[in-house]
C-alpha cells in the first residue's frame, strides 16, 4: 500500500491516497475494501449517498480492469482524490490505473442497453459527473471519475 500518487489529469492540492492491487478477483475486493476505509475516514458513513455512489463506481472500475485492463503479472493501481478543483466545487475523483492501454472502456450503445452485461459504465456514467479515460505511460491507461460534491456531502 502506498500514498506516493501520480494524477491522471487534474491539479487536486487536498487529499488523496492512493494503492496498488493485484489484477485478480481478490485484488479487487481488497480494493472495495480499503477504499470503503478511506471514505470513512474521509467522514462519510456506508448510508450516505456519496459512500454509496462512490462505491458502486469503484466496483465497477475495478471489476472492469482485473478483467478488460487485466495484463498478466501487472497490478493495478486505485486512487481516492477529495479537493477544490478549479471553477468546480469540491470533488471526489476516482482514479483505476491497468496495464492495458490498448483497449478502451467503450460505453454500450443504447440499443444494446438490457443485455445481461455491459451495465457497469452505464451505472458510472449515470453515478459520476464526469468520467472518461487517459493513457498512462508506457503501455496502461487510467479510467477518472469526478462526483461534484455539496456542500452538506462533505461533512
Ligand atoms: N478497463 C477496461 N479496459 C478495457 N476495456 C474496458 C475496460 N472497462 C470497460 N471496457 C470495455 O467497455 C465495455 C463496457 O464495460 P462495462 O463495464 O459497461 O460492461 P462489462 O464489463 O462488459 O459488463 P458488466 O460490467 O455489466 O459486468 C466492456 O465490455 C469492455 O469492452
Ligand atoms: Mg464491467
Not at 458502486?56 to 503479472?73: D, F, K, W, Y
Not at 443504447?110 to 452505464?122: K, N
Amino acid at each position: 500500500m502506498t500514498t506516493e500518487i501520480t494524477l491522471a489529469q487534474s491539479s487536486f492540492t487536498s487529499l488523496c491516497a492512493g494503492w496498488q492491487f493485484a489484477s485478480s478477483r481478490r485484488g479487487a475486493w481488497q480494493a472495495r475494501l480499503v477504499a470503503g476505509r478511506q471514505l470513512t475516514s474521509w467522514g462519510w458513513s456506508p448510508a450516505t449517498e456519496v459512500f454509496q455512489d462512490a462505491a458502486v463506481i469503484i466496483s465497477e472500475l475495478t471489476s472492469n480492469a482485473v478483467t478488460h485492463g487485466h495484463v498478466r503479472g501487472r497490478d493495478f493501481q486505485l486512487h481516492l482524490l477529495l479537493g477544490p478543483c478549479p471553477g468546480l466545487a469540491t470533488v471526489l475523483r476516482i482514479e483505476v490505473s491497468d496495464a492495458r492501454g490498448e483497449r478502451l472502456p467503450q460505453l454500450p450503445e443504447a440499443s444494446t442497453r438490457g443485455a445481461e452485461s455491459g451495465r457497469g459504465l452505464i451505472l458510472v456514467d449515470a453515478l459520476a459527473d464526469r468520467w472518461g479515460s487517459v493513457p498512462r505511460p508506457p503501455s496502461g491507461k487510467t479510467l477518472w471519475c469526478e462526483m461534484d460534491l455539496m456542500v452538506s456531502q462533505q461533512e
